[in-house]
């Protein structure tokens, strides 16, 4: 698969895991792709942490509201019944349970559900943002992102990097699998089939429990 061809194979995936009603928050990147693929009737509300609920589809080229952007800074639409607020409201609901989803992508990840996707040492970086908060905050955490990076696996026995938060991921989709953190370690749920167990075992650190239920991704 293509650098597309895996995006789009995550995104749609991960669609999958949120439920009409759901109050979603997408991090940039690869999730924001993620509503171009809901389910037929399953409705989200997508919050953006820097102060909306009911964020809409992006715009059209040169219809662009240079009032309304997302947390990453790209142009977004709203929703009737939308809200916009102070991002002190927003984090309010974060940090209140509020969101029931949060999509993130990871630099590393381990077996453990560490995270850490917000610096590497001795680079530039913008800050951590809101990631820690929703993280802690949200009900669920999905790490929807590529399986490696120039060929070195990011999901790790233990995360070198600086962690955004301890123990709070509970699936990672990539285009490899779908796996579940839990108290006995990572359990490869699904799998592309296109790929064996052998395969994503290869191009990962940590040990993966392969469920006895195995399925192929749809």
């Given at each position: ?113 560490d995270l850490a996707n917000w ?100």
């Amino acid at each position: 698969m293509d650098k597309n061809e895996i995006r789009t194979f995550i995104a749609r995936r991960a669609a999958q895991e949120l439920h009409d009603g759901d109050v979603v928050n997408l991090g940039i990147g690869l999730p924001t792709l993620i509503p171009d693929f809901l389910p037929e009737g399953v409705h989200v509300t997508l919050q953006s942490e820097n102060g909306m609920i009911g964020m809409g589809p992006t715009p059209e080229e040169g219809k662009e509201d240079p009032w309304m952007i997302n947390a990453g800074g790209g142009f977004i639409t709203a929703v009737p019944g939308a809200a916009t607020f102070d991002s002190a409201t927003s984090f309010g609901i974060i940090r209140g349970g509020h969101v029931d989803v949060s999509v993130l992508g990871a630099m590393q990840v381990d077996e453990e559900g560490d995270l850490a996707n917000w610096m590497i040492p001795g680079k530039k970086t913008p800050g951590m943002g809101g990631a820690m908060d929703l993280l802690v905050g949200a009900k669920k955490v999905i790490l929807a992102m590529e399986h490696t990076a120039k060929g070195n696996p990011k999901i790790l026995k233990k995360c070198t990097l600086p962690l955004t938060a301890k123990g709070q991921v509970n699936m990672i989709i990539t285009e490899m699998g779908v796996m579940e953190i839990t108290k006995e370690g990572i359990v490869l749920t699904e799998i592309n089939p296109e790929f064996t167990v052998e395969q994503v075992q290869a191009a990962t650190e940590a040990k993966l429990i392969v469920s006895p239920n195995l399925k192929e991704i749809k």
